[in-house]
């Protein structure tokens, strides 16, 4: 019997996950990254719910444990610093033993590399250019790579997907701007609550300082109508929005700004969300946030894990029936995404209120909570 080949495009969470399971279902994965490299900054994600089990099965807990922040609290802080709440974080109040994790990203991006790499071939610095594909496979041109034909082709390349891009369609037509943008970079400057994730607000703005793990990370939340000329890839535009909204905010936000002036590794993008009649297109189909980019509060790592196992699941079992296995997999994992696409706007108003009034409701709401400390 001759194996199957598939060709996943991105090195993210999603893709080596989904490379790891096709590689035991009797696959053969190629994975290409437009990065020259596994990508190693980010901001903590959570591992929980469905990606528990897909974990574990995989055996990187230990490792996803050992990369785990030492976060355990959410303050609010005021313009002085002074804590106006505090509230434990979810895998703080869960009961002793709690398998829930929270690490950085990028840490979970290499551990889920490093268990897929013996068994998946990893094309670093290069991209798809075309897709051709025809009854029996996939033709594909790279940038760098010579052409090469597959029976599958799986875009797992994230929201600016350009899998979805050739096979779909433009961006513009399925991306819906949420009216909120991130940026996040490491934090080079003293922690003034090592178990605290701080959190300052002003009108439709938050500031953060994660303590992480050593390396503690910055994050600007900001509402904002889409902007005309947006690039994605434009660090010094970045650079300019991120300024232009904090100008004039207290607490840390002039130290954080000037580190932001000075960063090489800064994340920013608009918090948006995918929304696509179905996630396959013949011979191609899409995977984590290029299906279906949904959350503010860390759940797309977790999501995107299980949809993985599921994806090669469904293969595995009709592997000459590629129509019937998308389907599958995509009527078993919208099941998930559905309710977090939901949720966003209430993320929203929980992490950056619109008002004065609103931030003074919520951190009211907070010291409310069961959880509060």
Same mark, same amino acid.
């Given at each position: 019997?001759?194996?199957h ?15 790891y ?10 994975v ?10 980010g901001?903590p994600?959570? /591992? #929980?719910?469905?990606?528990?089990? +897909? !974990? ?5 807990? &230990?490792?996803? %444990? ?47 590399y ?10 670093f610095?290069?991209t ?21 034909r597959?029976?599958l082709?799986?875009?797992?390349d994230g ?8 096979a ?6 399925? /991306? #819906?701007?949420?009216?909120?943008? +991130? !940026?996040t970079?490491?934090?080079?400057? &003293?922690?003034? %609550?090592?178990?605290?994730v701080?959190m300052?607000?002003?009108?439709g ?28 890839r ?8 991120v ?5 004039g ?6 130290e954080l ?17 995918v ?29 995107a ?6 994806l ?17 997999y ?17 993320a ?11 931030i ?5 709401a ?8």
């Amino acid at each position: 019997m001759t194996s199957h080949t598939a060709l996943i495009s991105g090195a993210g969470i999603a893709g080596p996950t989904l490379a790891y399971w096709l590689a035991r279902h009797g696959f053969q994965p190629t994975v290409v990254e437009r990065a020259q490299n596994p990508r190693s900054s980010g901001n903590p994600v959570d /591992v #929980r719910g469905p990606a528990l089990p +897909v !974990a574990e099965k995989m055996g990187i807990m &230990p490792r996803l %444990r050992e990369a785990a922040t030492q976060a355990t609290a959410m303050s609010v802080v005021d313009a002085s610093g002074r804590q106006v709440a505090r509230v434990r974080m979810p895998a703080a109040r869960s009961a002793a033993g709690s398998r829930e994790v929270e690490l950085p990203r990028g840490d979970l991006a290499s551990v889920i590399y490093q268990a897929a790499r013996g068994d998946a071939e990893f094309l670093f610095d290069d991209t798809i250019v075309t897709l051709r594909q025809d009854a029996d496979g996939v033709d594909v041109t790279f940038d760098r790579a010579a052409p090469r034909r597959f029976d599958l082709v799986i875009g797992a390349d994230g929201l600016h997907s350009t899998v979805r891009r050739l096979a779909f369609g433009p961006e513009g037509d399925v /991306v #819906r701007h949420m009216g909120v943008y +991130v !940026a996040t970079m490491p934090f080079d400057g &003293p922690v003034d %609550r090592p178990h605290d994730v701080l959190m300052y607000n002003t009108p439709g703005r938050l500031v953060s300082i994660h303590p992480a793990r050593g390396n503690a990370l910055a994050a600007f939340i900001f509402r904002g109508p889409a902007i005309a000329g947006f690039d994605y890839r434009d660090t010094d535009q970045h650079k300019r929005i991120v300024t232009e909204a904090y100008t004039g905010a207290g607490w840390r936000v002039p130290e954080l700004l000037d580190q932001l002036r000075k960063t090489e590794d800064l994340y920013f993008d608009s918090v948006s969300q995918v929304r696509l009649p179905t996630w396959a297109r013949g011979r191609v189909a899409l995977l984590g946030d290029a299906a279906s980019c949904v959350s503010l509060f860390g759940d797309g790592s977790s999501l995107a894990m299980a949809g993985a196992f599921t994806l090669a699941a469904a293969l595995a079992a009709d592997p000459g029936d590629h129509p019937r296995a998308f389907r599958r997999y995509e009527a078993e994992h919208r099941t998930l995404v559905g309710p977090k696409q939901r949720q966003v706007g209430r993320a929203a108003a929980l992490l950056i209120p619109k008002t004065r009034l609103g931030i003074t409701a919520r951190n009211l709401a907070a010291r409310a909570l069961p959880g509060r400390v």
